[in-house]
């Protein structure tokens, strides 16, 4: 436990002060202002109830491409510098090495979800704590947030144990993003696979591929308001699997 | 040199061993991808088979020796026993997670529990099953075998897999609840486009998009269909009414009064009023026309009696006809358009509820409410003259609309109520509860002759209506669930607004949806549905449009696109200069 602690630690304060998690972070931050203000200003002239789990959503999105920017370092940077073999010399269990390391990448994603309130806040002060009077404000639902935003914790786990997985595969970090991009987007778009034409693809596997979507799981429940179990354990056993590919990755390089 | 070597120079057999090889797992992969697409075991799957099995035989056949380092070698010796390892790990995932989905733990955060069926539902599905049962009996009893029982059956699109989903969380939960075997079934309107039309399924749109797959709440006996009642979207509040409906069937019956050139109910034009009629037989009530001249009472099984813009006034005789029906616990629904010529008989004044007659004289005496002699006008009404009222207040604390949403509703040429400040007695004995008031901006113009003029209303302090103009007024006894009989009556300024121009329109528009909710929570509380159907969805400010100021919006895009990217570029550019400097 102490080895996952000192590990974390350093991967935490890799992120924090690197310019790079800033650049993810602004460019995360822009562009879900860019559009949560074009939402906002839709449903406003066109009289529509208002979203409030639609930062959210373009967060999740935007993982897909960002969450592979931040662990794509994690491994085959050390590999490619040869400090990986040095970390693996140590009294350190490769378990240890990569829930550490893990584990630093997805609080600085935590970090990064919680700059989001201030989507959520400003929303909230225009709808349930705007000002009374006529017309009425129309009211967001808070419970819904919540259960939104217990998904996208989760969500996050998982695509940055993919991510973590891929780059300990190999020794080059643009490979390693490109890889886990490629797979995320799959296992995003693994959602809408029906609206491909039943004659490429048979219901069963449009139903296959839903059941592993990282999206299915979180746009039919949590992003509706409901904590559902099974949607749950899917995204814990996402990052159970994929860590314990990553581990056995890392482990192998003692096989060579 | 050989002569292959001539032609290819740097052709080795290990090369070719290499292609093969290479090809082979090529051929594999497509195979493998054409299969799970084609869920057959066709001819281009077989041809992929054959090459990449023959290309890795190759490869077998000319490299013999690179298969057995392989093999023999340290990395698939621990290779081997990872990938065991995580196929394990997968496989207890996988169980794992079909334990999760039969075990079927849903926590609904959202405020209103969208996604959990409450008490009174789980009683509405144990009395239809009750009643079933009953059929059940007597069918057995009169030597019939049958099997009835209820079925869900959702109609979802591939495309619609995710709403499918949605509507099973919900669905689930009254299948679990059920005590008789209810049964929760999804087909593919595509596939099964036979089924679909058997259950008069139609794809709902909204502008291009298809927004959701309906539910229908299906009478099995074994696998003969024998009814369906359309639930719609997958709501708690749907699913109940659609139980309602098939518990309830004809037990309710509204009888629209005619003789006094009232509205009619038959007419499909825009100015007609069928569709009213239409809302209401699609909940089970039955629906009739009554001329009063033609009965000594009113029928004892009118549920209610509705008198729908009538432009005569009614007479003594006819006034104690209804009195006594409000006696016996009788419900009436009054709506009087204001007494000027209006579109519906241009040549004849209307001469209904004028101040004075027996009926707005009936109803002042006993309880305390009178239709006022004005046309109500809102100068600062949006639309585009000042007798259609826009903004109006719909107080969502008066009975009839508990279940009102708050969405923009509309009426035409009303005229405003007058209700007693001080109560007699009689009048004492009655709650009298506003439901709509027009905008403050409005008043109760006297001068009738505007309209016909074309002039523009202006307010006279001497003559005009000031106030609060009520537009609707509910009127039900004090300790309703204490009396012996009930009597419900609501009076309406205006009986514009429920032609089929705002509920139904003829272009296939979806009307004025606060129009359509009025008049089925107006229905729904008069026949007493609405205590039968008891889900407490009064408020739902969450359907509101979203309002905001342009100051309040400036605002918001300054916190969000300048003042939250600064910081975090800010703070990164402070701790780069600093590493700068160490």
């Known amino acids: ?256 | 040199m050989s002569f292959i070597q001539r032609v290819i120079p740097n052709f080795t057999i290990r090369r070719v061993a290499h292609t093969a090889a290479i090809l082979g797992s090529i051929a594999l992969l497509a195979a493998l991808i054409v299969y799970l697409s084609e869920s057959a075991l066709t001819t281009p799957v077989f041809v992929l088979l054959v090459i990449g099995l023959g290309g890795l035989s190759i490869w077998l056949v000319l490299a013999p020796d690179e298969l057995r380092d392989w093999l023999m070698g340290r990395q698939v010796y621990y290779g081997i026993g990872s990938f065991i390892l995580t196929l394990i790990v997968i496989a207890i995932a996988t169980v794992g997670y079909s334990l999760a989905v039969e075990q079927n733990v849903i926590i609904d955060l959202t405020e209103t529990q969208n996604y959990t069926i409450s008490q009174p539902s789980i009683n509405v599905l144990e009395n239809i099953e009750n009643r079933l049962r009953v059929l059940s009996a007597q069918a057995e009893s009169a030597g019939i075998e049958s099997d009835l029982h209820f079925r869900l059956v959702g109609f979802y699109t591939r495309e619609q897999l995710r709403d499918q989903k949605s509507a099973e969380f919900l669905l689930r939960q009254y299948v679990e609840a059920s005590t008789a075997g209810l049964r929760l079934e999804f087909y593919d309107p595509d596939v099964n486009p036979l089924l679909a039309r058997q259950f008069g399924y139609s794809v709902i749109f909204d502008n291009t998009q298809i927004t959701s797959g309906p539910i229908f709440l299906a009478l099995y006996d074994g696998d003969q269909l024998l009814t369906v009642e359309n639930i719609g979207e997958p709501t708690e509040r749907n699913v109940q009414n659609a139980m309602l409906r098939i518990s309830l069937a004809g037990e309710f019956k509204v009888y629209f009064i005619q003789g006094q050139l009232e509205a009619d109910i038959t007419i499909e034009s825009d100015v007609g009023y069928s569709a009213a009629a239409l809302i209401l037989r699609e909940r089970g009530i039955l629906v009739d026309t009554l001329r009063l001249q033609d009965v000594e009472a009113i029928p004892e099984d009118a549920t209610a009696i509705v008198i729908l813009g009538a432009q005569a006034p009614y007479s003594q005789a006819q006034v104690d006809k209804i009195a006594d029906y409000i006696e016996r616990g009788g419900r009436m629904l009054v709506l009087a358009d204001p007494p000027y010529a209006d579109s519906r008989d241009s040549t004849l004044p209307n001469r209904f509820m004028l101040e004075g007659d027996s009926f707005n004289t009936y109803l002042w005496e006993t309880f305390g409410v009178r239709f006022r002699e004005n046309l109500v006008a809102d100068p600062a009404s949006s639309a585009r003259n000042e007798f259609i009222l826009t903004g109006l207040r719909v107080n969502t604390g008066s009975p009839p609309l508990r279940d009102f949403q708050n969405v923009p509703m509309v009426m035409t040429l009303a005229r405003s109520l007058d209700i007693v400040e001080q109560p007699t007695e009689k009048q004492a004995e009655y709650v009298r509860s506003i439901m709509i008031l027009a905008a403050t901006s409005a008043f109760g113009e006297r001068n009738l002759q505007v309209v016909d003029l074309g002039n523009l209303s202006e307010f006279d302090p001497n003559v005009d209506d000031a106030g609060d103009q009520v537009l609707a007024t509910a009127i039900y006894r004090v300790n309703e669930l204490e009396q012996e009989v009930q009597p419900r009556i609501i009076l309406i300024g205006d009986s514009d607004w429920l032609a089929n121009l705002y509920i139904s329109p003829e272009d296939g528009s979806d009307g004025v949806l606060g129009n359509i909710l009025l008049w089925a929570n107006i229905a729904e509380w008069l026949t007493g549905y609405a205590d039968l159907a008891e889900i407490d969805v009064a408020s739902r400010p969450d359907l509101l449009p979203l309002y905001a100021t342009s100051k309040e919006l400036s605002r918001i895009q300054f916190i969000t696109l300048f003042i939250l990217p600064s910081i975090v570029l800010l703070v990164g550019g402070v701790v780069w200069v600093v590493r700068q400097r160490i």
């Open chain 1, 1 to 256: 436990m102490r080895n996952i602690w000192t590990i974390f630690k350093r991967e935490i304060r890799q992120y924090f002060v690197s310019p790079i998690a800033y650049l993810v972070a602004f460019a995360v931050l822009l562009l879900l202002g860019l559009s949560f203000n074009t939402d906002l200003d839709y449903r406003v002239a066109n009289q529509l109830r208002p979203d409030a789990t639609l930062v959210l959503s373009n967060f999740a999105f935007l993982m897909v491409f960002f969450a592979p920017l931040l662990t794509m370092r994690l491994f085959a940077e050390e590999a490619r510098e040869g400090t990986l073999e040095l970390l693996m010399t140590m009294p350190t269990r490769d378990v240890d090495l990569v829930i550490g390391k893990f584990l630093g990448a997805w609080v600085y994603y935590c970090v990064l979800l919680a700059l989001t309130l201030v989507f959520e806040g400003a929303l909230l002060s225009i709808t349930n704590f705007g000002p009374e009077g006529f017309p009425l404000r129309s009211r967001v639902d808070i419970g819904q947030i919540i259960a939104a935003y217990i998904g996208i914790f989760l969500y996050g786990g998982a695509t940055i144990a993919i991510g973590l997985m891929f780059s300990a595969m190999t020794e080059n970090q643009i490979v390693a993003a490109f890889l886990s991009m490629a797979v995320l987007l799959m296992l995003w778009v693994g959602d809408i696979a029906g609206l491909v034409p039943a004659s490429i693809l048979s219901t069963e596997v449009v139903e296959a591929l839903r059941v592993i979507s990282l999206q299915s799981h979180y746009s039919s429940s949590f992003l509706r308001g409901l904590i559902v179990l099974e949607d749950m354990y899917f995204y814990i056993a996402i990052m159970v699997v994929s860590l314990f590919v990553t581990t056995r990755l890392v482990e192998s390089r003692r096989w060579r």
